[in-house]
């Protein structure tokens, strides 16, 4: 397959509820359809990670990102705009996301992906995309994908072949939430 026709094999298999593997523009993710919340639950299964953990939403773009945050601070809005580093923001409103996606408080990470199947995937879906690391929960991210546990490698659905080969590893993204006046404060650098 080449890379658009793997884009759709994957979108066609997320919208039938099932679980990839996928590339990001920070590490290899897990995802699902978000809009069903027993391919939700299936992914904090497969990592065996605590259920009321909040996952980590992708969108590809500041324009998709809009249609979900209620009210997107100008300085986010500009920071977005320019800085082109994986970036996962803490969004204190938002909306059209199902109640299961949110942490206790009601807010949601979202990140603008700018990795090149990621976007495309996501623009086939026309709809944001969970991702959490491909680890077991407790493990350390891994930082390509030879790094990938095998046996998590046998519990999803389909692992995509694009992308599994890279010059550099790749770290997490940075997670931050922002004040009132757009200050950014830091959860995970």
Same mark, same amino acid.
């Given at each position: ?28 993710? @897990?995802?699902?359809? @978000? ?23 992708? &969108?590809?773009?500041?324009?998709? *990102?809009? =249609?979900? &945050?209620? =009210? *997107?601070?100008? =300085?986010?809005?500009?920071? *977005? ?11 204190? %409103? &938002? ?6 996606? *949110? ?5 949601? !990470?979202?990140?603008?992906? %700018? ?7 996501? =623009? ?9 690391? !491909? ?12 790094? @990938?546990?095998?046996?998590?490698? %046998?519990? &999803? ?29 830091? @959860?995970?650098?």
């Amino acid at each position: 397959m080449n890379f658009l026709e793997e884009a759709e094999f994957s979108a066609q298999l997320i919208l039938k509820n099932e679980v990839i593997l996928y590339p990001t523009d920070t590490i290899w993710g @897990i995802g699902a359809n @978000i809009n069903d919340k027993s391919s939700v639950e299936r992914v904090a299964s497969i990592k065996q990670r605590p259920p009321n953990k909040s996952f980590i939403v992708l &969108v590809n773009s500041l324009e998709m *990102l809009k =249609r979900y &945050v209620i =009210r *997107l601070h100008p =300085r986010i809005e500009t920071l *977005l705009y320019f800085h082109k580093q994986p970036l996962s923001i803490i969004y204190p %409103h &938002v909306k059209d996301i199902p109640d299961y996606l *949110l942490a206790d408080d009601k807010s949601l !990470a979202i990140r603008v992906c %700018h990795h090149p199947f990621c976007k495309e995937l996501i =623009r086939i879906l026309d709809q944001p995309l969970i991702s959490t690391s !491909a680890n077991f929960s407790g493990e350390p991210s891994p930082g390509d994908f030879s790094e @990938i546990n095998p046996l998590l490698l %046998h519990k &999803v659905d389909y692992v995509v072949e694009f992308g599994r080969i890279q010059k550099e590893k790749s770290q997490p993204s940075v997670i931050a939430k922002y004040d009132e006046e757009g200050e950014l404060i830091f @959860i995970r650098e």
